[in-house]
């Protein structure tokens, strides 16, 4: 195989506008927990889970796995609200109840799980307890990487953690194995809400070049 050394035209370049763009999308991300309804096609989401399924993991090792909620939206959260009745009360049941009339509203569900057969079980001489640190990682970028698609198809979601108070009950209703752990829910529509302007720290205070802050 030759090498060739690309000059000119042809010369090694920052894809500026690429960056730009994705950027953007970044950018405009926000927790949208109130959602409308509206037409989003199965590509659109299959290309949406697309971004997650290309993700990094340690070792190609793909520890993550997606339940979607189409036509089982608004039964998937019936079912949640019911469930929550019977283990919350008072003050704690009415907040919790009140948020999900915006999940509820929206197009599709997305629950995030974490395949333990992948996580818990490392490569022969791996310590098991980094390499379940490598999977948490996979898993962040993961759902990072679905929510910019998400924003970058002019959809809102919020990233919930109901999850962990029906872990059990969901697992029924979603049909999935017992090797299987709850990691999030995405609820995702159209945003029915004006979010707050985002804000983060100085560049200077997260950022630094070459060395960090301690003398």
């Given at each position: 195989?030759?090498?060739?050394?690309?000059?000119?035209?042809?010369?090694?370049?920052?894809?500026?506008?690429?960056?730009?763009?994705?950027?953007?999308?970044?950018?405009?991300?926000?927790?949208?927990?109130?959602?409308?309804?509206?037409?989003?096609?199965?590509?659109?989401?299959?290309?949406?889970?697309?971004?997650?399924?290309?993700?990094?993991?340690?070792?190609?090792?793909?520890?993550?796995?997606?339940?979607?909620?189409?036509?089982?939206?608004?039964?998937?959260?019936?079912?949640?609200?019911?469930?929550?009745?019977?283990?919350?009360?008072?003050?704690?049941?009415?907040?919790?109840?009140?948020?999900?009339?915006?999940?509820?509203?929206?197009?599709?569900?997305?629950?995030?799980?974490?395949?333990?057969?992948?996580?818990?079980?490392?490569?022969?001489?791996?310590?098991?307890?980094?390499?379940?640190?490598?999977?948490?990682?996979?898993?962040?970028?993961?759902?990072?990487?679905?929510?910019?698609?998400?924003?970058?198809?002019?959809?809102?979601?919020?990233?919930?953690?109901?999850?962990?108070?029906?872990?059990?009950?969901?697992?029924?209703?979603?049909?999935?194995?017992?090797?299987?752990?709850?990691?999030?829910?995405?609820?995702?529509?159209?945003?029915?809400?004006?979010?707050?302007?985002?804000s983060r720290h100085p560049h200077e205070k997260v950022v630094f070049y070459e060395n960090g802050p301690a003398e």
């Open positions: 195989m030759s090498t060739e050394i690309l000059t000119g035209e042809n010369a090694l370049q920052v894809d500026q506008a690429g960056l730009d763009s994705y950027l953007n999308h970044v950018l405009k991300r926000r927790s949208i927990r109130k959602l409308t309804a509206g037409p989003v096609s199965d590509e659109t989401i299959r290309a949406i889970a697309e971004a997650g399924r290309w993700s990094a993991s340690s070792g190609n090792s793909q520890p993550a796995r997606i339940v979607i909620l189409k036509e089982r939206n608004t039964d998937f959260w019936n079912f949640v609200e019911q469930t929550l009745s019977t283990k919350l009360q008072g003050e704690q049941l009415e907040r919790a109840i009140a948020r999900l009339a915006g999940y509820r509203s929206g197009v599709f569900t997305i629950v995030v799980y974490e395949d333990t057969t992948i996580s818990h079980n490392p490569p022969a001489g791996f310590n098991p307890e980094l390499w379940k640190n490598f999977a948490a990682q996979a898993l962040g970028i993961f759902q990072a990487n679905l929510w910019n698609a998400i924003s970058a198809a002019g959809l809102g979601a919020s990233n919930q953690h109901i999850n962990f108070q029906i872990e059990e009950e969901l697992r029924s209703f979603l049909h999935v194995p017992e090797t299987w752990q709850s990691y999030c829910i995405l609820p995702v529509g159209f945003p029915a809400e004006t979010p707050a302007e985002g």
